[in-house]
């Protein structure tokens, strides 16, 4: 049974579980849970993370924990009883973990390592917390370790400023808001301790002087490597300061054996010392760390026989140095131990030891040697910091390995109270002896003993250095053979104070001798007493001693023989009648120097101040001697505080009439030398001798009347020195004064307690006398005022001994009083005043209420003063601040109602005057102080304090006044920087405090300001207040972790939701006032509606329906409620408001409040529009600041401006997005498109004078200069763009407005520059885009794209497959479609996104320009693919079933037209598709068009070789031919006769009768025309290609005879060319115009095999190849496709032909390759690449990965061309619907800079014929054809043996002309190829399908449609105007057009009898070049009437300086001369950009 838990509350996950039992509740390790229920082993409860979701668990995975419940029931709140910081911790690693996988992301890997490092240790010290293991101290230290890193990881991680008390996290209820805001300063600045209120206070009022924090320095020997010595050493190191050539410390001393390891086993790993005491002064010295070698053994270490071995000598060996200098900035300050190698130098001459560490600093090499370069000495190195105790308990293990204390020379920078020292430090210095009679000088030994004054030797009182034990005696080193030796050798003589009078030093001299014996011969000796007869010791100085002679056999047994002698001569001159016979005599000329420094506390060498101890002993001295205090050193009086003090009180009790006033002034001069920092420390001694010591009873009375005196003297006297010190001892007098009180009480039971009070009364008046004065004329004055405001605070506690709180405060605040009140005094009294104030505050006497109440008056009344002066500011706040903390800990035990009533009445008006003041000049760190008092003031008040302020108003007024200051503070708090953005405590207790007030306040605004009384300016000011409020940054709780989002919704609620209602209530009471905040406050309110809180949007939203609804009701419409929002709502959504929940709940709470009104219909009208401009400016915000490409940012842009221009029709916001549009177009280098955009500005604007405001960039300007300015900008983008066109008709108008205002300056430029862009249109080249069909589906893409189908304007070189992968970049999530079909419901509405992408061709719309001969094909080619709104694409598909024979029967073709919402280009690179229509086209019609193609191609080809535009090479025109007549022995145009020319398919299709027989007549051309490109190719070809020609030859007669079955008149063409053809114009003129519905195409394939097979076509197989535009239904239709192209445009009845392939299976692709997640089976289009099928068999991957290696279709001619069905001229009214529903222009996919050996195939130019005759020449085909050219194909004379062919189709019966080629499908407009579908695969070769046209990679011909036959415009006459032409006339001709040709050898009389014609037309040439013109020129004649332009030397010219070839397509160059001209047939095909 379940039943709840009583003490199991609260536990850890120790295991996951995985809810593997019904209502179980998934868990993971380290999970905390709380428990409610258990039963039998299994708990039920939730994770406290997600305290909604209950369920089981069992209790063995939960480590329980304590834990203290409240409030046990339904809602019971649990706490885990756990130290803070470990709660903290395991909160902070939470949140930590989720941001620091981020940065990984974000590639902050040095930050992600760090933090890692640092959440480890963190886990670490919370592991010790946790392990109860720790003491006290150690519990300290890890919180330390522990904050410091929570509070390094909060900033580097952008998280908030914990403030902390003591290491832990502070609760804000508990502390002041002052508090509050001092613990983030020092949390912010110290994060290794928290500073209490005390210390902080102190500091700031500056009490106290920082006391200096001692370094010390560690050092450690670790090796010594001289092992050479082979002796024992000592090594001495110590610090010398090189710059006073000094040594600053005692030495440390380290002993070593022979073997370089301590002599002492026990020092292994312990030879280290502790040099302690360094200041920051000292380590900035040029210190020096130096180590002296001595070694002990023999004299001379490399003679063995000097000296026996058993005498050891301490001789000197050698120096080290190390500059700290040099190793501090190394090492960080080595806080880590770091290791240093020393070098070991030997002194050359022993003579210099003395300064050999001198010699090797200053390099001085010729004074040392290096003893060896292998030797070294390694120490190691670590600087400490801090105090003794706080080092030995941070560094315990340096302090275990016995470390040696090495102290300074002399006293450190701070005397510790309690450190006693009494250290003499004697130098040996140097010493100059006699010779003796010796040969050579002595080797010296002195040997040091220290002596009691009994003569005994005192032990162990000798000390060579730290670490080793003292000594009894010490023997220095001995310098050999040296009578003067200098030692400069340092020992301590640590002798007790107790031996130290009376005791002397004896100094004995020896001469060691080097002989056998090795004896040390005494032959002298020195001494000196430690202290002198008058009680001092021995001074600090060098002392010269006598020396005096003596011998071994001498004794010292008895030292008074001796010690009467003078040891120096200070002392000869004190006893100069010495007698001669004495046992020792003094060596006149025999010296020793020693030198003396002394550290002691005890023992003194000041005369001065012994003589003050000892006054009893000089009675008569003692005035003298009290003078003389002053001049004694500072550290000698603080060493001898306690007797000083004794005996000045000693004294003063004596006489104190004579000696008291000098007492006094003794005692102040002892107390402020305790004011010195350096004897601060020693005020503890100073207090304990006030209360452990002092004994003088009487002396209160005595320091009351001094003090009193030098109080009244102060108007006096003009020199207050003295007055001012007293003043400063203050403090201290005021302690014995009441010590003594209270000795004096207790001595006599507390009598004279009133004449005490009388006489501290009469004290105080003094005290307040002294400041009243007026200190303005006296500078000495003001600083004794100062000096006694300085002091005065501190004697409070001291009064309170005697006096009650209520007594003191009386004392106070009469003298607080009687400072001036005003705050003219001078800025120094001013400070000082306002400083005493504070510690007055700060003192303990403040702290009682009942002191508050009578202090806090005259306190509030000065900084009141300031406050409204302005001054003193920053004092003013810190008084206020500890005022507020007092009073905050107070309110916890006693009512402060009283107090907080004082406050408010005289401080809350001028805080905020003060604040506003500080606001407006942004001083933040004063605004941040100021803010504090005031919350802690708002917080401490509470209703009576609020109801009583706003009671106490007079007027409303000022109310009124009040209010407005309040709020705008409030305003200003929210908006400005007052606390930092990661100071959340801080903000959010000042958002609480805040809303708090103004639910206090708002009652008085709606009373007072709301009816009759209504005042705009308050109530707006609230309305600010309140949405300032709501949408401050750190109440957006929807950004926080979930962690601090519980602890702020647990703590305050969620305040913006309080505030929401408090503001809807508010709003409710004004009533019809309302109105007066329409529009103002729309934007506001909308802003706080997109809080993203769904409690503050329910409130707000329905107040914008009020507006509505007053507007309404005021002014008929609610215009100004719409323009308003729509504003507002703009810039809101665009910083990031919003999202689409808001535009759900906008819509619906505002449609179902309008529902009820009587304006419903306006109102739902609008609110949908509100609704759909949100979802477009959510669209464009998500794109604006995601990392979308540029076309999604620019297409939403598009969307937005276009909703605002037609939708709203917000003229200023539609600007703006002109704007903005226009610089996304710059940024993506579109200038076109940014000229576009920034035209549609220019339209808006009129060429007037009217005046324009400032806007945007613009300057104030009228409306014409904008416009100029304007125009000017949009030229400049259209010329970077290369849209000369676009730019001239500005160039026009802007010329004409300069010619209106004779600005001929402006009017030539700009003529220039409309001449130089016609220039640029003819000679620079321009890149022609493709176009692209994209299809959004899905309800994941934006609204603007959602299920909307577009056509985008390709970039620069870009082809489908570019296309496609950059649109599926742009949308990583979306899916490639991989069919053509219209996307079903299910696509339409799923939640992903799907693409649908293929190439689409342009339907140009300006054709007349197409159809003009004269206009240069660079004109035409930017109107081909621009200013184009209408699109075609091709889609194949089968019509009933397939007719498996020839699947060319039921292959019809779907034409789909797409129709745009505006051309391109644009103000965007695509637009959406509004229109879609669909067609048919039938096989046959397919079939006509696709051998009209292959006709036309043939003879522009053959123009070309004509013309010479493709010289030698006849490789193309091999290829094209043998494409077309191979083709025929298997196939061919056969399959069309198969398919067509049946009985059967005649008889069941009777309609197309017509178009079977224009089908036979293409057929019948296709021969003619061979025929005369075979007499080209027989003319031209090499010898070695002569079976080849032969073969085609072959071919040829096998090809025409399958023909003349089923043609009729083919019969009659015989070898002898008897023939003629039936002109076609009776048949052309024939053809009705078809209907849609019989359009269709189809299309077949059948094998072929070929002689010129290629290699590359190894796999069998068949394809059919479609033109551009058509894609294939099925993949195995789409194989066996054939190659068609789609005419450019109807004129009637319309016919398209497949081409039949007989051919292997051409190499082809796929297109869309994808990464996504569409198949590879993917959107194919052409004219972008070959083209395969979606999904190929592995049988034909091969085929279609050699297609994807050749060129791409965009290179591929085409020059496709039908007969045009007129009506008298014109197209029929069905051919002009079909043109515009229908039928588009293709795109030319030519390259004219590709070399001839570049192109498979020549390109065949689109208005060229090998026709010839004009509309008047040529009646029958004057209707349909326009003018024809038509040059005549020269003759050839055929070598001997050559076979003959005639072909009657080539002659004419009554002409003797050469042969030409029929005339065919010359007119001024035709259909348009076919574009290739989608998935229609192409022929990679540039010119025409190698698999349909025997091209060199197959080698298989057929009669192909090949891409020749595709063009971007309808054919033209003509495009080189200049050629020489004759003109044809078929009057004389007869019936046939065609000029006969006889192709054979017999007939070179009909060659020769060819005449030039009169030219009416210079389009086309006709006649044939006579044969004596072959021999130098293949060109036509020249016409009767040539442009003059051009000329023989022009020609030459241009032809040299024409480009190069390129392989990218590029605008054709301009045509200068004939040879130009004549290579315009085959290249216009592909004069593209």
């Not at 600087?383 to 340096?398: S, Y």
């Not at 009598?751 to 303005?776: A, G, K, W």
């Not at 240069?1416 to 091709?1434: E, L, M, Q």
Request: include cysteine; glycine fraction near 4%; charged fraction near 25%.
């Amino acid at each position: 049974m379940w039943t709840p838990t009583e003490e199991e509350k609260f536990g850890v996950v120790i295991c996951s579980f995985r809810a593997s039992v019904p209502q179980g509740l998934v868990l993971e390790i380290g999970e905390t849970v709380q428990i409610l229920e258990k039963c039998e082993g299994w708990f039920r409860g939730f994770a406290t993370k997600k305290p909604s979701v209950k369920g089981l668990f069992p209790a063995s995975y939960i480590h329980l924990k304590a834990a203290v419940v409240s409030n046990r029931g339904q809602f019971e709140t649990v706490v885990p009883v756990e130290d803070c910081i470990v709660t903290e911790i395991t909160a902070t690693l939470q949140d930590w973990v989720l941001l620091w996988k981020q940065l990984y992301v974000k590639h902050k890997v040095d930050l992600f390592y760090k933090l890692r490092h640092v959440m480890n240790e963190l886990i670490d010290l919370r592991r010790q917390l946790l392990s109860g293991h720790l003491t006290k101290d150690q519990i300290r230290d890890v919180k330390r370790h522990i904050t410091v890193r929570l509070d390094w990881g909060n900033e580097q991680m952008g998280m908030d400023l914990v403030p902390r008390k003591d290491f832990e996290m502070v609760d804000p209820e508990h502390i002041s808001v002052a508090d509050l805001y001092k613990l983030h300063l020092s949390s912010r600045h110290n994060i290794q301790q928290s500073t209490t209120q005390t210390d902080t206070m102190r500091h700031r009022h500056g009490d106290t002087c920082r006391i200096p924090v001692p370094h010390h320095l560690f050092l450690n020997m670790k090796s010594f490597t001289y092992h050479t010595i082979g002796e024992d050493t000592d090594i001495f190191f110590s610090l010398f300061d090189m710059r006073e050539g000094k040594q600053i410390s005692e030495r440390f001393m380290v002993r070593l054996n022979k073997n370089g390891m301590p002599r002492n086993p026990e020092k292994i790993d312990r030879l280290c010392a502790l040099f302690t005491d360094l200041s920051n002064k000292d380590l900035k010295r040029d210190l020096y760390i130096v180590a002296h070698v001595i070694r002990i053994g023999r004299m001379l270490s490399n003679d063995s026989k000097k000296g026996p071995p058993h005498i050891q000598y301490r001789r000197p060996y050698g120096c080290a140095v190390l500059s700290m200098m040099d190793v501090l900035p190394s090492s960080s300050e080595l806080r880590e131990e770091k290791d240093f190698v020393l070098k070991v130098y030997t002194c050359n001459n022993e003579n210099e030891w003395y300064q050999i560490h001198e010699n090797i600093i200053r390099k001085s090499s010729n004074k040392y040697t290096a003893a060896s370069t292998n030797y070294g000495m390694i120490i190691s190195l670590q600087l400490l910091r801090g105090d003794m105790d706080h080092i030995r308990r941070e560094n315990p293990i340096i302090f275990n390995r016995g470390v040696a204390i090495t102290r300074k020379l002399g006293f450190p920078d701070v005397i510790m109270p309690g450190d006693i020292r009494n250290d003499l430090y004697l130098t040996l210095e140097r010493g100059d002896f006699e010779r003796g009679g010796k040969s050579v000088q002595k080797n010296i030994e002195v040997t040091m003993y220290v002596l009691y004054a009994d003569g005994e030797i005192l032990k162990d009182c000798i000390s060579l250095g730290s670490g080793e034990p003292s000594v009894t005696e010490h023997c220095s080193f001995v310098m050999y053979h040296n009578n003067s030796p200098r030692w400069g050798e340092i020992t301590k003589l640590p002798i007790p104070v107790d031996k130290f009078r009376g005791s002397h030093l004896r100094f004995e001299f020896r001469h060691c001798s080097t002989k056998d014996k090795g004896e040390k011969k005494l032959f002298g000796f020195a001494f000196t007493p430690l202290m002198r007869d008058d009680g001092t010791t021995l001074s600090d100085d060098i002392h010269e001693l006598y020396v005096y002679k003596c011998d071994e056999n001498s004794t010292f047994s008895n030292h008074g023989l001796y010690l009467g002698l003078p040891c120096c001569k200070e002392d000869f001159n004190g006893c100069p009648n010495i007698p001669s016979s004495l046992i020792f005599q003094r060596s006149a000329k025999e010296f020793f120097w020693i030198s003396t420094l002394l550290s002691s506390t005890k023992l003194t060498q000041n005369v001065d101040l012994l003589a003050l101890l000892k006054w009893k002993a000089q009675p008569d001295r003692v005035m003298d001697i009290l003078g003389r205090l002053r001049h004694v050193n500072g550290e000698e009086i603080v060493k001898f505080l306690q007797d000083i003090l004794d005996t000045l009180f000693t004294i003063l009790d004596d006489n104190t009439e004579k000696y008291g006033l000098l007492v006094f002034q003794s005692l102040v001069f002892v107390i402020n030398l305790l004011r010195d920092s350096k004897y601060f420390h020693f005020r503890p001694v100073m207090d304990t001798y006030i209360k452990k010591h002092f004994s003088g009873a009487l002396a209160y009375k005595e320091l009351i009347r001094c003090l009193k005196w030098y109080m009244d003297r102060s108007a006096e006297v003009i020199r207050q020195d003295h007055i001012q010190e007293a003043m400063r001892a203050l403090e201290y007098l005021f302690k014995f004064i009441v010590q003594s009180r209270i000795l004096y009480s207790r001595a006599t039971g507390g009598i004279e307690e009133e004449h005490f009070r009388t006489s501290i009364q009469e004290l105080f008046q003094s005290i307040r006398f002294v400041l009243s004065l007026d200190s303005r004329s006296s500078e000495t004055l003001v600083f004794t005022q100062a000096a006694l405001l300085n002091s005065f605070p501190a004697i409070f506690d001291e009064l309170l001994q005697m006096f009650t709180v209520q007594e003191v405060a009386e004392f106070v605040r009469g003298t607080l009083g009687s400072m001036p009140s005003t705050v003219h005094i001078g800025q120094s009294m001013d400070i000082v005043k306002l400083q005493s104030i504070a510690r007055t505050v700060d003192s303990h006497l403040f702290s009682y209420p009942e002191s508050r109440r009578i202090l806090l008056p005259v306190v509030l009344h000065h900084i009141h003063l300031h406050l409204r002066q302005q001054k003193e500011l920053l004092i003013c706040s810190g008084i206020l601040s500890s005022i507020f903390s007092i009073m905050k800990s107070s309110s916890l035990e006693h009512s402060i109602s009283e107090e907080v009533e004082m406050m408010v009445e005289s401080l809350l008006d001028v805080l905020l005057q003060t604040l506003l003041a500080i606001m407006n000049k942004s001083q933040m760190a004063e605004a941040g102080e100021y803010v504090t008092c005031l919350l802690s003031l708002l917080r401490q008040m509470g209703d009576n304090h609020y109801q009583h302020l706003l009671d106490n108003f007079q007027s409303k007024e000022e109310l009124k006044e009040f209010l407005l200051k309040i709020f705008c503070v409030f305003r200003n708090l929210m908006k400005l920087s007052v606390y930092p953005r990661d100071w959340m405590v801080m903000r959010l207790l000042t958002s609480n405090i805040i809303v708090t007030t103004v639910q206090y306040l708002s009652p008085a605004l709606h009373k007072n300001f709301t009816e009759t009384d209504f005042d705009f300016k308050v109530w707006n000011s609230y309305f600010s207040l309140a949405v300032l409020f709501i949408n401050q940054p750190s109440l957006q709780l929807e950004n926080a972790t979930p962690v601090k989002r519980k602890n702020i919704l647990d703590r305050y609620g969620d305040m913006r939701v309080m505030m929401a209602y408090e503001l809807f209530s508010m709003w409710q009471n004004l009533g019809e006032n309302k109105i007066h905040f329409i529009p103002g406050m729309i934007g506001p309110f909308l802003g706080v509606t997109l809080v993203p809180q769904i409690e503050v949007r329910n409130v707000m939203i329905p107040i914008f329906h009020d507006m509505m609804d007053w507007e309404q009701r005021k002014n008929g419409s609610f215009k100004q409620v719409e323009a308003e929002l729509i504003d507002k709502l703009d810039s809101l959504v665009s910083d990031g408001k919003g999202d689409e929940n808001y535009r759900e709940l906008f819509s619906l709470l505002l449609l179902e409040k309008i529902e009820q009104e009587t304006w419903r219909e306006t109102g739902v009208s609008f609110v949908l529009s509100v609704t759909r401009l949100m979802e477009r400016l959510l669209d464009y915000r998500d794109c604006m600041k995601g990392d979308d490409a540029e076309n999604k940012k620019i297409g939403c842009t598009v969307n937005l401006l276009n909703f605002y221009k037609s939708e709203i029709n917000k003229e200023e916001m539609y600007i703006r997005y002109i704007h903005k549009l226009c610089d996304m177009h710059l940024q993506a280098d579109n200038y076109t498109e940014a000229a576009f955009t920034l035209m549609l500005y220019w339209e808006l604007l009129q060429w007037e004078d009217r005046p324009l405001r400032e806007f945007l960039h613009y300057p104030a300007q009228n409306k014409w200069q904008r416009k100029e300015g304007l125009c000017r900008q949009v030229i400049n983008y259209f010329n970077k763009g290369k849209c000369w066109e676009y730019g001239i008709p500005l160039c026009r108008e802007l010329a004409s407005q300069y010619e209106v205002f004779y600005d001929y300056h402006s009017l030539s430029w700009i003529r220039k520059m409309e001449a130089a862009y016609y220039d640029n249109i003819l000679e620079q080249q321009r890149l022609e885009p493709e176009f692209f069909r994209v299809g959004f589906y899905g309800r994941k893409f934006p609204f603007y794209l959602r299920n909307k189908e577009f056509v985008c304007r390709g970039h620069d070189y870009e082809r489908l497959e570019a296309f496609q992968q950059r649109m599926l970049t742009e949308f990583p999530q979306a899916i490639a479609m991989q069919h053509l079909n219209q996307p079903d419901d299910t696509i339409l509405q799923s939640d992903a996104q799907y693409l649908q992408i293929y190439a689409v061709c342009p339907i140009p719309e300006n054709v007349d320009v197409l159809q003009m001969e004269r206009v240069p094909d660079r004109i035409k080619s930017f109107y081909r693919v621009n200013n184009v709104s209408h699109f075609r694409y091709d889609r194949p598909f089968h019509k009933g079933s397939k007719d498996k024979e020839n699947e060319f029967k039921s292959l019809w073709i779907e034409r789909t037209t797409l129709t745009l919402t505006h051309s391109l280009p644009g103000i965007s690179r695509w637009f959406e598709v509004e229109k879609r229509e669909v067609v048919e086209v039938s096989p046959l019609e397919n079939a006509i068009y696709v051998v009209e193609n292959k006709n036309q191609e043939l003879r522009t080809l053959i123009n070309q070789y004509q013309h010479k535009q493709l010289h030698a090479n006849i490789n193309l025109l091999s290829m094209c031919l043998n494409g077309v007549i191979d083709a025929a022995v298997n196939g061919g145009i056969a399959r069309y006769q198969e398919a067509f020319f049946q009985k059967e398919y005649i008889v069941s299709h009777p309609e197309d009768s017509e178009k079977i027989n224009q089908l036979k007549e293409l057929m019948q051309e296709q021969v003619h025309i061979l025929g005369v490109g075979l007499a080209i190719h027989e003319k031209m070809v090499h010898p070695e290609m002569r079976p080849l020609h032969k073969k085609l030859i072959d071919q040829f007669q096998m090809m025409r005879s399958s023909l003349c079955h089923d043609l009729p008149g083919m019969d009659k063409i015989s070898p002898i060319c008897s023939g003629s053809s039936t002109p076609r114009g009776s048949l052309m003129s024939g053809h009705n115009p078809m209907s849609p519905e019989t359009i269709k195409l189809m299309h077949r394939h059948r094998h072929s095999s070929s002689s010129l097979s290629s290699q590359t076509s190894s796999e069998v197989g068949n394809l059919v190849i479609l033109p551009d535009g058509i894609a294939g239904e099925t993949p195995d239709d789409l194989y066996r496709m054939q190659l068609a192209y789609a005419n450019t445009k109807f004129q009637g009845s319309m016919t398209n032909v497949s081409v039949l392939s007989s051919c292997q299976a051409s190499p082809s692709t796929s297109s869309l390759s994808s990464t996504h997640s569409a198949p590879s089976q993917m959107i194919n289009s052409a004219p972008s690449s070959a083209r395969g099928s979606p999904s190929l068999s592995d049988k034909y991957r091969h085929s279609r990965d050699i297609m994807m290696l050749l060129p791409p279709h965009r290179d591929r001619p085409s020059s496709a061309m039908y007969p045009a069905m007129m009506e008298n001229g014109q197209p029929t009214s069905f051919q002009r619907a079909l043109i515009q529903q229908v039928v588009g222009p293709c795109k030319p996919c030519s390259d004219p800079n590709l070399s001839v050996a570049e192109k498979a195939v020549p390109a065949a130019p689109s208005c060229w014929s090998l026709d010839s005759g004009t509309r008047d020449t040529v009646p029958f085909l004057s209707a349909y054809v326009g003018t024809i050219a038509a040059p005549p194909v020269p003759p050839r004379t055929l070598p001997p043996g050559h076979f003959s062919m005639n072909f009657d189709a080539f002659h004419h019966q009554t002409s003797d002309m050469p042969p030409a080629l029929p005339a065919r499908t010359l007119r001024k407009s035709s259909l348009h190829p076919i574009p290739a579908s989608p998935t229609s695969p192409h022929s990679g070769l540039d010119g025409s399908n190698s698999t349909l046209s025997g091209s060199a990679s197959s080698g298989v011909s057929s009669l192909s449609e090949s891409n020749f036959g595709q063009l971007m415009e309808p054919p033209r006459a003509d495009t080189i105007d200049s050629v020489p032409s004759q003109t044809w006339n078929p009057d004389e001709d007869g019936e046939s057009p065609y000029i006969p040709v006889r192709y054979s050898l017999s007939e070179p009389d009909v060659i020769e009898s060819v005449k030039a014609h009169p030219c009416r037309s210079h389009s086309a040439p006709t006649g044939v070049i006579p044969k004596e013109s072959l021999e130098t020129s293949v060109l036509p004649p020249k016409p009767y009437h040539s442009r003059p332009a051009y000329t023989d030397n022009e020609d030459v010219l241009e032809e040299e300086s024409r480009p190069k070839s390129f392989t990218c397509k590029l605008s054709q160059p301009g045509l200068s001369g004939k040879n130009d001209q004549a290579k315009v047939p085959w290249e216009h095909g592909i004069n593209q950009e």
